[in-house]
């Protein structure tokens, strides 16, 4: 099966920089995805690694390690509207199922 | 709106009864996935469906849980004789093809008393 692993809780600065990490455990592994979402909201795409390496979308990054079986998102210049539950996704097996983690909770303080 | 909607937005039941949620994806996505969410916790994989065919079901699923994608176009999920532990937020996503990125509705907030 899948299995995906990430902190529960993050708390960080306005201005900072944070990373929430994400370890996974699959067969057939196609790629990691981050989803952000907003309280009463549904979670919306960030960004994806099929690759090793890291991916840039404006103020958003994420890294693969596929050997490691690791992945982070990089959040900078953090804003309060960055406060959400961020989510890491696996799109593994024959059928390219998606499978979350369990979310990491993201508070932005001034 | 171009986007994957879902009716309705929240369902109230009584124990024992059935329910059942619609969700219509983007036209011409043809992956279609149901997730369960509870306050704290990630999208939970139900089933998927690629077109009409339902790939997969994920193993703690009910027998009590069933869907169904005719035509390949819009897909509904039935729970039969519910129960409090079915009390959740029902996400329903799309995908086109090997796009990577999932389309979430805004879900059906069912609430089991």
């Known amino acids: 099966g899948q299995s995906l692993e990430q902190p529960s809780e993050v708390t960080a600065v306005e201005g900072a920089i944070v990373q929430i990490n994400c370890t996974y455990q699959t067969s057939g592994f196609y790629g990691l995805s981050w989803y952000q979402q907003h309280d009463g909201g549904a979670p919306t795409f960030l960004s994806y690694?099929?690759?090793?390496g890291l991916e840039e979308t404006g103020r958003f990054s994420s890294f693969l390690s596929r050997s490691d079986s690791y992945g982070y998102l990089l959040l900078q210049e953090l804003q309060m509207k960055d406060s959400a539950s961020y989510f890491c996704?696996?799109?593994?097996?024959?059928?390219?199922?998606?499978?979350f983690g369990i979310g990491t909770k993201l508070q932005v303080i001034p | 709106d171009t986007g994957v909607s879902q009716d309705p937005r929240h369902k109230i039941t009584k124990r024992g009864q059935n329910v059942t949620f619609r969700c219509d994806p983007i036209s011409e996505h043809n992956r279609l996935y149901w997730y369960r969410q509870t306050l704290g916790q990630g999208p939970e994989f139900l089933t998927y469906?690629?077109?009409?065919?339902?790939?997969?079901k994920s193993r703690l699923l009910s027998d009590r849980f069933s869907a169904e994608r005719p035509k390949g176009s819009f897909s509904t999920l039935e729970i039969q004789r519910t129960e409090q532990g079915d009390s959740a937020m029902y996400l329903c996503?799309?995908?086109?093809?090997?796009?990577?990125?999932?389309?979430f509705g805004s879900g059906t907030q069912l609430s089991v008393l």
């Open positions: 996704a696996l799109n593994s097996g024959g059928y390219q199922k998606v499978t």
């Open positions: 469906f690629q077109n009409e065919a339902q790939l997969e």
């Open positions: 996503a799309s995908r086109q093809g090997e796009d990577e990125k999932l389309f």
């Open positions: 690694n099929a690759l090793d």
